[in-house]
Nanobody, 122 residues
């Protein structure tokens, strides 16, 4: 069974940092683009960041540019989201996703994790 398992979420004060990890199991995703999405209560799931299969091309939503960094470690078959200068508006469940192409829409991804909660207090 193919799974994406997120970890690293938690409660942090505004201005703090967290590092999310996504560790796929059941198969390798080295030929896939990987992405992070988030969903706040009462809101639709939104794109946060993505990295292509080479690890060179990255996309970010405007609200996290300069604060978040997505990266991947092919040797570990993992992808990370380093989140700095966190704001209360970043509070959401964060999801890892894998897809054939690096895109910004949920329908472009075939595999999803269960999510990890990130809560930023003011």
């Amino acid at each position: 069974q193919v799974q994406l398992v997120e970890s690293g979420g938690g409660l942090v004060q505004a201005g703090g940092s967290l590092r999310l990890s996504c560790a796929p199991s059941g198969r390798t995703f080295s030929s896939y683009a990987m992405a992070w999405f988030r969903q706040a209560p009462g809101k639709e799931r939104e794109f946060v960041a993505a990295v292509d299969r080479t690890g060179i091309i990255t996309y970010y939503t405007d609200s996290v540019k300069g604060r978040f960094t997505i990266s991947r470690d092919k040797a570990k078959n993992a992808v990370y989201l380093q989140m700095n200068s966190l704001k209360p508006d970043d509070t959401a469940v964060y999801y890892c996703a894998a897809g054939r192409f690096i895109v910004r829409i949920t329908t472009g991804y075939d595999y999803w994790g269960q999510g990890t909660q990130v809560t930023v207090s003011s």
